[in-house]
C-alpha cells in the first residue's frame, strides 16, 4: 500500500492505527468472501426463495465502506500541496493534464482497490 497511497498498515513504522485497522478489516472481509461458498452460487434456486441470508446485504456493506475509504485516500492526496511518488499521485496528476480522458475518482479508486487487493492476496 506504500507504493498505492504512500502509507504503511502492516508493520512496525504504521502511522495511523486506526486508519490501518480500518483497511486491514477490509481486506480481510474482502478475501473472506471471495473464498467463501454460497448456496445461490451452485443451486440457483436457493438465490430465488432467499436463503442467502443477509450475504447481499453484508455485501453491499462492505462495497460502500471500501468507497468510502478509497475516497478518503482519493480526496487526502487531492488536498495535499505537494506530490510525492505514489500511484494516486499519479493518477491525480493525469486526471488534471488529461480531462478528455476519463481518469474519474471512480476509475482511480478501483485502480487502486484491483492493485491493492492482488498485492494483498499474494503475500
Wanted: aromatic letters at 10%; glycine letters at 6%.
Amino acid at each position: 500500500m506504500r507504493m498505492v497511497a504512500g502509507k504503511r498498515y502492516y508493520g512496525d513504522k504504521v502511522m495511523n492505527e486506526e486508519e490501518a485497522c480500518q483497511f486491514r478489516d477490509i481486506i480481510k472481509e474482502m478475501v473472506s468472501y471471495a473464498v467463501s461458498n454460497i448456496p445461490g452460487d451452485f443451486l440457483p434456486l436457493f438465490n430465488w426463495i432467499g436463503c442467502n441470508g443477509s450475504y447481499e446485504s453484508r455485501i453491499r456493506n462492505l462495497g460502500n465502506r471500501m468507497d468510502q475509504f478509497m475516497q478518503g485516500l482519493v480526496d487526502e492526496h487531492r488536498k495535499r500541496k505537494e506530490s510525492e511518488n505514489t500511484t494516486i499521485d499519479h493518477l491525480l496528476s493525469l486526471q488534471k493534464s488529461q480531462p478528455d480522458y476519463c481518469y474519474t475518482d471512480q476509475i482511480i479508486k478501483g485502480l487502486v482497490l484491483v492493485s491493492t487487493l492482488f498485492k494483498s492476496v499474494s503475500l
